[in-house]
């Protein structure tokens, strides 16, 4: 596979001359076992080297000056909590927001756009993405999500690798409307973008696995231990009416408790703070072998640990993974978490709520590139790390337990959950739901009342089906091309890519756009060599070097860095 591969690498792109290829130097790892062991990466050249994992220096603080800092923290500081002036700005008549309110909107779920495909003006809208620990998506919350891109959106849903919808194409006179909406029925886009813990992925297969709802239970725990408390969210979207929620004494003990000087007193936001963090931070929890959440690739992995009996005892814990680099700028670079340690499963909460501490005050916050976690465990080290950790835990970390390799599950087509009941998942192109497919998907989900799950890898799974209804569905799902996977090009099941133009704002050159066209040219080459078709390679494409659909962690990734062109990674 690995020459068939290189083969393929090598005589897809140069078809067309107007896409240029550049190469990436590498994916950083300090923990290179869990690299060439337990995931499948497309190989670096021995010739060529690695990105060298060096943090700028911190300039010494004076007495004199005060610490530099980026501007967002300045917005930040001055928001109220995330209010001001965004409260006044979504009042206005203009299309669009001020430079503060752009960001302080991303801690609310949204971000400003415009279309990119347009010349001479700008048509400004926002993307609004949802907060699903789990991909966990109650029917009625499907049924609302589906309504509104077809009332207030452009006419479709996205998926996302982070298990979320995405809802394109919102005006601004409508953001209320939609995000009340959105609220008033089980949803919530709190927090799914901006300077805080964004959505927890977990395995998405509803099965009745004691480890599989034990780390679907754990990933909601962790979203809500996580989740701001200063009321910003509901006072600007719903008038500051609250909706109760449900949590955990265990979950409000661990954030409340300050034996070891991580909360600040006497403040709403008693984790966060007034600057929040200094920049996203990414969580995901699995079990072992199950690696569907691309486990290594977040700011925390959590891997739940069970004894010989299937019960759950504690967890593993990864740290300091992340995928965003700068083009052309070698201090920068994705990277895959290294293990911190086991802890047993009463100190979870405890633990998580150390780690985000620990990069709350000390992550950087002068300059945006450098402020993950990742940059703050290189210029550390795990020894340092674990050390300064371990002070806001209040205990040592036990030694991490072996695990298993890991395997790619995408628990595509039909199963079964475990209690009687049937679940499938299915395949949707770069999570693109649109057209016939949104038409029949709603039909289905409602007229047998579904709730579904979003996958991290952009599909969507329908839960709770009875065996009756197998037959009915699958001739409708069909009719509507969402067919079984073995009717589906392998290539197709696995391949990823962001939406990237017209609307992100961060994109250089296309991905979601112009990956069909990329899928057919590899297996043209595939079948001029002689590949059956059962042979594939997972393909992962991006408009920008951020990693939005993790290409580094691809057999082949391509990361855009110029109009039609990409560097090979």
């Known amino acids: ?238 008038d500051g009416e609250r909706f109760m929620t449900s949590e955990p004494p265990e979950v409000v003990k661990a954030r409340n408790g300050n034996s070891y000087g991580t909360n600040f007193t006497d403040s709403p936001e008693p984790i966060y703070g007034t600057q929040f963090l200094p920049r996203k931070f990414k969580i995901a929890v699995t079990v072992p072998t199950d690696n569907s959440v691309d486990i290594l690739t977040n700011d925390i992995g959590v891997v739940v640990v069970s004894d010989e009996n299937g019960e759950p005892q504690g967890f593993n814990i990864y740290v300091g993974g992340g995928m965003g680099r700068t083009h052309r700028l070698e201090t920068t670079f994705p990277r895959l978490g290294e293990q911190l340690g086991y802890v047993p499963k009463e100190d979870i909460f405890y633990a998580i709520k150390a780690i985000v501490v620990t990069q709350r005050d000390h992550g950087r916050r002068d300059d945006r590139k450098y402020s993950r976690m990742k940059y703050l465990i290189s210029s550390w080290g795990i020894e340092k790390f674990r050390s300064v950790v371990e002070q806001y835990y209040g205990k040592k970390f036990e030694p991490f337990h072996e695990l298993p390799e890991w395997e790619f599950k995408s628990y595509l087509g039909w199963h079964e959950q475990g209690d009687g009941a049937l679940f499938c998942g299915l395949h949707v192109d770069n999570g693109r739901i649109g057209g016939k497919m949104k038409k029949t998907l709603r039909e289905v989900i409602e007229k047998y009342n579904l709730n579904v799950r979003i996958t991290p890898n952009q599909n969507i799974i329908l839960c709770d089906i009875r065996s009756a209804w197998k037959r009915p569905i699958t001739t409708a799902l069909a009719q509507a091309g969402l067919l079984h996977p073995r009717y589906v090009d392998p290539m197709n099941l696995t391949a990823m890519a962001c939406p990237a133009f017209p609307l992100c704002p961060l994109a250089i050159t ?48 391509l990361v855009g860095d110029g109009p039609n062109s990409y560097q090979v990674v």
């Open 510 to 557: 296309e991905a979601e756009r112009g990956i069909p066209d990329i899928l057919k040219r590899v297996r043209a080459v595939f079948e001029k060599v002689g590949l059956k078709y059962n042979e594939s390679v997972v393909i992962r494409i991006t408009g920008c070097p951020n990693g939005c659909a993790r290409p580094y962690m691809a057999e082949l990734g």
């Open 1 to 238: 596979m690995t020459t068939a591969f290189g083969t393929a690498a090598s005589s897809v792109i140069p078809i067309d001359p107007k896409i240029r290829v550049q190469s990436f130097t590498g994916l950083k790892s300090s923990y290179s076992v869990a690299l060439t062991t337990n995931l499948r990466l497309f190989p670096v050249s021995s010739s060529t080297p690695l990105i060298r994992a060096v943090s700028t220096p911190v300039k010494p603080e004076t007495t004199t000056t005060e610490p530099k800092r980026s501007k967002v923290e300045i917005f930040k500081e001055q928001s109220n909590f995330i209010r001001y002036p965004l409260n006044e700005e979504i009042l206005t008549d203009t299309p669009n927001l001020n430079e503060a309110a752009t960001q302080l909107i991303k801690f609310h779920g949204s971000y400003q756009q415009y279309n990119r495909d347009e010349r001479g003006t700008r048509s400004y809208s926002f993307m609004l993405r949802t907060k699903n620990p789990g991909g966990k998506v109650p029917n009625q919350l499907y049924l609302t999500m589906d309504d509104l891109a077809d009332q207030f959106g452009i006419g479709t849903l996205r998926l996302t690798t982070r298990q979320t919808f995405q809802l394109h194409g919102v005006l601004k006179k409508n953001l209320k409307t939609v995000m009340s909406t959105i609220i008033r029925n089980m949803g919530s886009t709190l927090g799914a973008c901006g300077d805080l813990n964004r959505n927890v992925l977990a395995p998405a297969a509803p099965l009745t696995k004691k480890e599989y709802q034990f780390a679907q239970e754990t990933a909601d725990n962790i979203a809500a231990l996580l989740t701001p408390q200063s009321g910003f969210y509901y006072d600007v979207w719903v």
